[in-house]
């Protein structure tokens, strides 16, 4: 197929109106004008950042505290024990973003529980306490089962999302074949296999594409878990939620009351 | 003004055209086989606007692009992978903010009413809702800039700040991509994700927290007036109740008129 774009324009005058002419006339008078004040503008932002006195010590400390941060706080713990131990562990696994958000999930209703069921009785009677606490759980596992099956079951075509991703960001359609071609290679030596990261980082040598490709897989899991925890099941499973707690407090009240009766 | 706007768009009176004058001129410039290199005819290729084979392929397929790839090809679709990778927290926040921010008070407000209370109950949600989608982006943005700039300046520089303990499980902490070996990335994972089981507690605190003086100066809607006046009217009630001997029978019009929101 071939696409030819004429570029010259015989007659532009002929096509376009004066009033669109006399627009192109003043228009690099104010272009040059908007530059400057934007140039003027970042250069002022940039002097403020690195020479102010106001904001150069803020600068530094802000510089010193992450400093210290990854030394002390993050450099130790990926130091320790520990870490080494979970990173033998779940080298092979492809879940630990799903796995650290339901340990964050399962704090949160933890400590939701444990605050309905320690409420004062004035505000909210024991078997309400009860049926609110069962809500939280409820809805905790409902959402936990839904994110990893979901999860679970998007992973393959993820997969072909994020290959599809790397071929328009470097615009080679042949990627996936390659790769392949690769793995072939490196099986034949006895090798381990790569994987798209390892590609961009190891034959690309495009540390951006390498973020990139990790922000696909780790954005896939905040995005199906914030959909399931903070959307789908508050709407969908609360409603049934709260009649089966209705149904529970209804059939006690029922059984209350035939044992006042006698 | 009109016989100007005619002179000008005359080609006759504008000045000579290459299409008017030399129409032969025009067929050639445009003719389908400049584009091959190898017969240019004694024009230059790139003069005549023409694009080369294999780059006018190239355009092809980047104008057949379907809506998928149109978006995975995107600024923003590139700007929020970096923005997964480099700040997983504060990302799951802004996806909540989006989802239980906005698309979840929208689905509450769309439901059908059952009575005239759940209106109220419904916007009273909705303001909840929003509420803490904002306050927790607002926290775990804040809260969690330091630490994801921290762990930035380990992957960038890991033999800076790990010591030997993690040497035993990365291996050589100076060696080209270390960050992309499946290790790493777990832990890196766990590190960025993890502090959120952390602060998942006192983020939840502070959104029970602010959310009445939210909903008060931001949504206008005053719980504690909402409970003054629910009590006022019990009170109302039992005063309507109380029977005076010898009165006059209470008229329909008193009756009709009580305080509170209906």
């Given amino acids: 197929m071939q696409i030819t774009l004429n570029t010259q324009k015989y007659n532009q005058n002929y096509y376009a109106p004066q009033k669109n002419n006399n627009k192109l006339k003043s228009q690099p008078a104010f272009t040059a004008a908007a530059d400057a004040i934007i140039d003027a503008g970042q250069a002022m932002a940039d002097a403020a950042v690195s020479k102010s006195k106001f904001m150069q010590p803020l600068v530094d400390a802000y510089d010193k505290t992450t400093d210290w941060i990854a030394k002390n706080i993050f450099g130790k713990l990926m130091s320790s024990s520990a870490v080494a131990s979970f990173a033998e562990k779940t080298k092979d696994s492809k879940y630990i973003a799903n796995h650290i958000m339901t340990l964050g999930a399962a704090t949160g209703t933890g400590m939701y529980i444990y605050k309905t069921l320690n409420l004062p009785e004035k505000q909210m009677d024991k078997d309400r306490k009860k049926v609110l606490a069962l809500n939280h759980a409820l809805t905790f596992g409902v959402s936990t089962a839904g994110a990893y099956l979901v999860d679970g079951s998007l992973f393959n075509k993820w997969r072909k999302v994020t290959q599809k991703y790397a071929e328009l960001y470097t615009g080679d359609r042949e990627l996936g074949k390659k790769i392949e071609d690769i793995n072939k290679t490196l099986k034949a030596q006895g090798k381990n296999k790569i994987d798209l990261i390892d590609y961009a980082a190891d034959y690309l040598h495009d540390q951006k594409l390498v973020n990139r490709l990790k922000g696909m897989d780790v954005g896939k899991t905040l995005l199906i878990v914030t959909l399931i925890y903070r959307y789908l099941v508050p709407v969908a499973v609360t409603p049934i939620a709260n009649k089966l707690g209705d149904k529970i407090l209804a059939h006690k009240k029922e059984q209350d009351e035939k044992l006042e009766k006698p | ?262």
């Fill in chain 2, 1 to 262: 003004m009109k016989i100007n706007l005619l002179n000008y768009n005359n080609p006759y009176y504008s000045g000579g055209t290459a299409v008017t004058k030399d129409p032969q001129a025009f067929k050639e410039r445009n003719y389908a086989e400049m584009c091959d290199k190898k017969n240019t005819r004694g024009y230059n290729v790139n003069f005549s606007g023409s694009l080369p084979q294999a780059t006018s392929e190239t355009a092809a397929k980047l104008l057949n692009k379907t809506l998928g790839e149109k978006i995975l090809s995107s600024n923003t679709f590139g700007k929020l992978l970096d923005y997964a990778h480099a700040n997983p927290i504060p990302c799951n926040a802004f996806f909540s903010l989006v989802l239980a921010g906005m698309l979840r008070p929208a689905t509450i407000m769309a439901l059908p009413d059952k009575d005239g209370k759940s209106k109220k109950d419904k916007l009273n949600a909705a303001a909840h809702a929003v509420s803490s989608g904002v306050i927790g982006f607002i926290f775990s943005s804040a809260v969690m800039k330091p630490f994801d700039n921290a762990m930035k300046k380990i992957s960038n520089d890991p033999a800076k700040f790990l010591g030997k303990g993690a040497e035993k499980y990365l291996g050589d902490l100076t060696a080209k991509g270390l960050n992309k070996t499946a290790k790493y990335r777990n832990v890196e994972k766990l590190m960025k994700m993890g502090p959120d089981i952390i602060i998942g507690i006192p983020r939840s605190f502070i959104t029970i927290a602010l959310i009445p003086p939210i909903l008060k100066y931001v949504f206008g809607i005053d719980p504690k007036k909402d409970v003054k006046k629910e009590k006022e009217n019990v009170v109302a009630d039992n005063t309507n109740n109380v029977q005076i001997p010898n009165a006059a029978p209470a008229s329909q019009a008193f009756n009709a008129v009580k305080g509170g929101v209906k």
